[in-house]
C-alpha cells in the first residue's frame, strides 16, 4: 500500500508451452501487460453471449469473423495472414482511390501481396468450415430431433485485372476473402431469413459445441465455453 505502482506475474504451461506474464499498474497510465501477445489462440475458451445471434442473424461479416476466430484458435497462423491481408488491403485501396495522381505505381505488388495471403486465409477458412459444418450438422441432427444444420463457405473469387477498370472507379478491392459469404442454412433453407429467433439461437449454440468439439479434436483437449 502507498506504492505508486503494482505488478503480477503469473506462470502457467498450456499444451507442452510454458507463458510467463507480467502485470504491471502503475499511476502515470494504463496497466501494461508483457507476454500477452503470446496468449493469442492460447487460452482454450469458447464464449457464448447474446451477440452472437448475429453470426445467423446478420451479414456475412459476422460468419467471416466466426470462421476467422475458429481458425485463429486452432491455427495462430491465420490472425498473422489476416492482418497482413487486412494491411495490404489499405495499401492497395488507397492506390485505387488516388490513382488519377499516382498512376497506380506499385499496384502490381500489392496485388501479389494480396494474393498471396488471400489464398492462405482462403485455405484455412475453408478446412475450418467443413470441419464446422460436419461437427455441428452431426450435433443439429441429433439434438433438435431431425433438423438439419449447415454451414458453407463460398469464394467472390480473386480475377484482379479482370476488375481493374471497376476498382479505379470505385477505389476499392472488389474481390478477395473480404468479401467472401459465408452461409448458414436450416433444412435447406437460408437460416437468417427464415429461421425464427429460437431456431437461431440453437443454431449459433450447435456452431459454438462444434468449435469445442474441433478444438479437441486438434489439440486433444476441452475448451472452457
Known sequence: WGSSAAGLRT?????????DIKFR?????????????????????????????EIVRG???????????????VDGKHWHNLHEYYKVLRQRNT????????????????????????????????SVTRDINRLSHELHLEEKSGESLDIYYQ???????????????????????????????????EARIYASYGQKRNAVLSLKIAEIELYKEIKGQYTIL
Do not use: C
Open 11 to 19: 506462470k502457467a504451461r498450456i499444451g507442452d508451452e510454458d507463458l
Open 155 to 189: 469464394e467472390s473469387g480473386f480475377n484482379l485485372r479482370d476488375v481493374r477498370n471497376r476498382e479505379i472507379e470505385k477505389g476499392l478491392t472488389l474481390q478477395g476473402p473480404h468479401l467472401d459469404k459465408v452461409g448458414i442454412n436450416l433444412n435447406g433453407r
Open 95 to 126: 492506390l485505387l482511390k488516388n490513382f488519377s495522381s499516382n498512376g497506380g505505381k506499385g499496384l502490381d505488388e500489392w496485388d501479389s501481396q494480396l494474393i498471396k495471403y488471400g489464398e492462405l486465409i482462403r485455405r484455412r477458412r475453408s
Open 25 to 53: 499498474l502503475g499511476l502515470e497510465g494504463p496497466a501494461k501487460v508483457e507476454g500477452s501477445k503470446r496468449l493469442f489462440g492460447k487460452i482454450p475458451m469458447v464464449i457464448f453471449v447474446e451477440d452472437d445471434i
Open 59 to 73: 451479414g456475412d461479416v459476422f460468419r467471416r469473423r466466426f470462421i476467422d476466430q475458429v481458425a485463429t484458435f
